[in-house]
């Protein structure tokens, strides 16, 4: 039996997410494992059919993925091990031969098609768009029918894994396109390593005025800065039921962070934990780091008057 680390991710293999996970040694090191769906990945890691699972979670342009964001929260008890951020570099890629005139139809996934939506107009205005389940899957297929009427939109290294050509390169509509992945398993929290990230899921106790800024103002007290803030449909209640996810700079271990949380816990509805990992991109901590330092000196102030308390 083999001792690799065994990672499912979003397949096939030629997508970003291979492509991202690739930048990991450590997790390249190990047995890569593709599914066809983000919930499969999840499903994988909660049945033990995998160590770890890794999605997207985030692009720079299209906003949270829903699917994979929502099944972290309502479907699976799994934590973010870590954040991987990649460029983001969409191609036009056909069969040997094919040029740009040739192209009748144009196969990718709807995200990836809708970023590249301006090229897509002026440079193939007749072509007609369809999908597929991954860019890299829209690559395969034309790989193996090889028709030269058909191109697909994808990463530069399905070109490679499957003997297209690559007729066009860059063709986002914008250049800093960035997609965020994160690592998750069934437990482990990662030590903190200074520079961290703590994602949770807040329920309110009731939709009423001030609700959101009752959970906003545990953080902003403690100067603990929100890196996303978003609302989601709790799937439980009618229109209005909504439960908030947060992402703030630092780490469980963090006193100050500890602290929000348990205010949280103790006057919201819920709190669920989504995990405490290495953030993937420089921010700045000194606000935190001086807010912290002024939170230890007040606790070790009320602790010496504790001191004093004497008998009755």
């Known amino acids: 039996m083999s001792n690799k680390l065994r990672v499912g991710f979003f397949g096939p293999?030629?997508?970003?997410?291979?492509?991202?996970?690739?930048?990991?040694?450590?997790?390249?090191?190990?047995?890569?494992?593709p599914f066809r769906t983000v919930p499969d990945v999840l499903d994988a890691v909660d049945s033990g059919d995998v160590d770890l699972g890794f999605v997207p979670i985030e692009n720079s342009i299209e906003g949270t993925v829903n699917f994979t964001q929502d099944a972290l929260v309502f479907d699976h008890e799994l934590l973010i091990q870590r954040e991987v951020v990649l460029d983001i570099e969409h191609c036009l890629l056909a069969a040997t031969g094919t040029s740009l005139k040739d192209v009748k139809?144009?196969?990718?996934?709807?995200?990836?098609?809708?970023?590249?939506?301006?090229?897509?107009?002026?440079?193939?205005?007749?072509?007609?768009?369809?999908a597929a389940t991954s860019t890299a899957e829209a690559a395969r297929i034309i790989a193996e029918h090889a028709s030269l009427g058909v191109a697909a939109i994808a990463p530069r290294n399905a070109a490679t894994l499957y003997g297209l050509e690559v007729l066009?390169?860059?063709?986002?509509?914008h250049g800093s396109n960035q997609t965020r992945f994160v690592l998750v398993g069934k437990?482990?929290?990662?030590?903190?390593?200074?520079?961290?990230?703590?994602?949770?899921?807040?329920?309110?106790?009731?939709d009423q005025p001030g609700s959101l800024i009752s959970i906003l103002q545990e953080f902003a007290a403690r100067r603990i800065n929100l890196s996303n803030l978003l609302s989601r449909p709790t799937k439980r209640g009618g229109l209005g039921d909504y439960c908030f996810i947060v992402y703030a700079d630092g780490h469980v271990a963090d006193e100050l962070l500890?602290?929000?949380?348990?205010?949280?816990?103790?006057?919201?509805?819920?709190v669920k934990f989504l995990g405490s990992y290495p953030a993937a991109s420089e921010h700045a901590h000194s606000a935190r780091e001086h807010a912290d330092t002024r939170w230890r000196e007040a606790d070790d102030w009320v602790e010496s008057l504790r001191a004093d308390i004497g008998p009755n």
Do not use: N
Request: charged share 15%; with cysteine.
């Open 13 to 33: 293999f030629g997508t970003f997410t291979e492509q991202a996970l690739l930048t990991q040694a450590d997790l390249a090191d190990g047995e890569l494992i």
């Open 187 to 206: 437990q482990h929290i990662p030590p903190p390593t200074g520079h961290d990230r703590t994602a949770l899921v807040v329920y309110q106790r009731a």
């Open 105 to 130: 139809v144009v196969l990718s996934i709807p995200v990836a098609t809708a970023q590249c939506h301006h090229y897509l107009r002026t440079q193939l205005p007749a072509a007609e768009i369809q």
């Open 168 to 173: 066009a390169a860059g063709i986002a509509d």
């Open 258 to 270: 500890a602290d929000a949380m348990r205010s949280l816990h103790s006057k919201q509805g819920a």
